[in-house]
T-cell receptor, first 111, second 118 residues
Framework: QKEVEQNSGPLSVPEGAIASLNCTYSDRGSQSFFWYRQYSGKSPELIMFIYSNGDKEDGRFTAQLNKASQYVSLLIRDSQPSDSATYLCAVLTGGGNKLTFGTGTQLKVEL | DADVTQTPRNRITKTGKRIMLECSQTKGHDRMYWYRQDPGLGLRLIYYSFDVKDINKGEISDGYSVSRQAQAKFSLSLESAIPNQTALYFC?????????????????FGPGTRLLVL
């Protein structure tokens, strides 16, 4: 079982819709969770982090964490073509010393 | 100026050649990392360093070596390049446990080096 799993996609949504990206992790001791966005050929950039169970909102982005289910998600409201990118889920594991990345979900927002 | 820089940005080399990729940062972070990214495999950790005197192997360190010359500089070497080391390489930094606004282990990535080994 991979430590951090994501559906590779592509996930296609129409412009203006809500995009829902999901991630599961295997280390129950994980405490910190991150979402990075990566445009093709570019470096990953942090868009959200979450520590506590529940929802965290930042503009059009909402991160959701359920530690009991070992599940973290990212919702993007009012999706725009500029949101088209690969979204990487990352989990702080190994006692807080290692950031493990999922393989990413490719999101395509269609006009 | 960018906080994390990598040189070169693109490199083509031949099998068996020794090459070095360099990373510099102006963020004042103690922790630095080298990753490679391959299609479908995501980011994989090669080596990491928590301070100048600390070097640790990541999940795919075979065929690579690193040097932490200073807090701000972390270089990655391929002693004898092979074609399956063709990939996109990223350097990253973090300031674990800082009292700043960023959470623990937020990593900041350089622009990447695209390496092709023929």
């Amino acid at each position: 079982q991979k430590e951090v799993e994501q559906n590779s996609g592509p996930l296609s949504v129409p412009e203006g819709a809500i995009a829902s990206l999901n991630c599961t992790y295997s280390d129950r001791g994980s405490q910190s969770f991150f979402w990075y966005r990566q445009y093709s050929g570019k470096s990953p950039e942090l868009i959200m982090f979450i520590y506590s169970n529940g929802d965290k909102e930042d503009g059009r982005f909402t991160a959701q964490l359920n530690k009991a289910s070992q599940y973290v998600s990212l919702l993007i409201r009012d999706s725009q073509p500029s949101d088209s990118a690969t979204y990487l889920c990352a989990v702080l594991t190994g006692g807080g010393n290692k950031l493990t990345f999922g393989t990413g979900t490719q999101l395509k927002v269609e006009l | 100026d960018a906080d994390v820089t990598q040189t070169p940005r693109n490199r083509i080399t031949k099998t068996g050649k020794r090459i070095m990729l360099e990373c510099s940062q102006t963020k004042g972070h103690d922790r630095m990392y080298w990753y490679r990214q391959d299609p479908g495999l995501g980011l994989r950790l090669i080596y990491y360093s928590f301070d100048v005197k600390d070097i640790n192997k990541g999940e795919i360190s075979d065929g690579y070596s690193v040097s932490r010359q200073a807090q701000a500089k972390f270089s990655l070497s391929l002693e004898s390049a092979i074609p399956n080391q063709t990939a996109l390489y990223f350097c990253a930094t973090s300031d674990f446990g800082s009292s700043g606004a960023d959470p623990q282990e937020t990593q900041y990535f350089g622009p990447g080096t695209r390496l092709l080994v023929l």
